[in-house]
């Protein structure tokens, strides 16, 4: 029977991912690279470490310290302005706290940014354990995070339902041994997992009962 629901952040819990993609491009432009949709495709669901990478093999960048200094410097302000939770995942996540569930967060953000965006939205408060992509070894889709997760919450990884919305995510998840379910609000459907549109708590419920 699964135990926890560990939920991916970026695409599952908040719509930040199109506001991350707009702050990298315009960190990177100062740096004389234009970043292609393409671009965003490859990087999506893995570390921002890996994310640099990326773009440090395309264009003269400074050390990633420095480089995520300036992404930090952008991303504050506009998250502080713009940055939304989902609302399915808001109901989901509140409507679980109160019937008990053990929740988790894992994510490639690292940790203090991923704390940053769960308190601008107000769901902080919900998750016994927040595990960042800087905390582990290797980020998704290596499995690092998502037993790192489970280590803290005391528990196997089989024993934990995994939220996603990333292919290289939902990899991650898959490889520490959780039960993977995506969440894909653009209406198409995984060929490997299974998918919705939208997540409910009486869902996840039965996920956990189900597995």
Do not use: N
Not at 143 to 160: M, Q
């Amino acid at each position: 029977m699964i135990r926890a629901v560990v939920f991916d952040c970026d695409g599952v819990l908040v719509d930040s991912e199109p506001l991350a993609d707009e702050i990298w491009a315009q960190v990177l432009s100062t740096y004389g690279y234009e970043m292609t949709v393409d671009d965003g495709a490859v990087c999506r669901g893995t570390s921002e470490a890996s994310t640099y990478a990326h773009f440090a093999g395309r264009a003269d960048l400074p050390p990633f310290e420095a480089f995520m200094a300036a992404i930090d410097a952008i991303r504050v302000p506009v998250y502080e302005g713009r940055l939304v939770a989902f609302p399915d995942a808001v109901e989901t996540v509140r409507l679980l706290a109160a019937q008990g569930v053990t929740m988790a967060v894992a994510s490639s953000s690292r940790r203090h940014a991923l704390e940053g965006k769960l308190r601008l939205v107000g769901l902080e408060r919900y998750f016994d354990v927040i595990v960042g992509g800087d905390e582990v070894d290797h980020g998704k889709p290596a499995p690092d995070v998502y037993l790192e997760a489970a280590a803290r919450l005391g528990l196997a990884p089989e024993a934990c339902l995994a939220i996603e919305d990333a292919d290289l995510g939902a990899e991650s998840a898959a490889a520490a041994g959780m039960r993977t379910v995506m969440v894909l609000r653009d209406g198409s459907v995984s060929s490997r997992y299974a998918s919705v549109t939208e997540i409910t708590a009486d869902l996840i419920t039965a996920w956990m009962w189900r597995f």
